[in-house]
């Protein structure tokens, strides 16, 4: 029995060990999607000065987050509602940590639907690409988070979306890396974050393989056990 538990042990330890090694520090995540937690945006610039902002906040608490955290910080809490609805405003985000260009998407444009999607305008390396209304680029995260909108003192919920955005269509080259992005809107565009993607190929996306030589070695500990056991008691019925 002392063995029988030594070897169940060694599994529950490396079943943890699977367990822990999944959690990835650095990173932030919604729904399916993880986002690097040091490329969320670091300053901000305000084509108004900040008026339109200051007037058009969304935020989990009721109170007005100010510049810049409307459009930075690794948290999905704030944002701008309703961004080019009394005319083109411009926003423009810098990244103390570099965004790079891997393999697929680089960048999550995240949004707010209080009711349906717009466009949402980036320019990067000097291109300008447009993204939606139709055809809509976003894909849902299945999270929905409640947002007071100014002025109102009431909560309102909002599903949360990300469009993928690939720093290729930018002609930025593999491996180069930006520092900055311009982001504008059509009509009622709530915008929440821009932030960069963990790769694809990243292991933290992929920890398990590095832990499965410890739990393979469990389970053959209790193998062994068994093997073990069965061999005593045929010698003792012999």
Known sequence: MASLKAALSAVAFCACAVSASSAVAGTVSLGSFTFNSDQFGDTLSQSDGGTYAAANWVNIVASDPGSPAY??????????????????????????????????ADIGVVTARFSFGDAVTLTINGITKTYGPDPDPAISTGVSIPYYYAPSPLLQPADLWVTLIDLNDFSVAGGASINSLVVTGSPELDLIRVAGLIPSSSPSETPLPAALPLFASGLGALGLFGWRRKKRAAALAA
């Open 71 to 104: 459009l930075t910080g690794a948290n999905f809490d704030t944002g701008i509602a309703n961004i080019g609805l009394t005319g083109p405003v411009s926003y423009t985000i810098g990244y103390n940590t570099p965004i790079t260009n891997n393999s697929g």
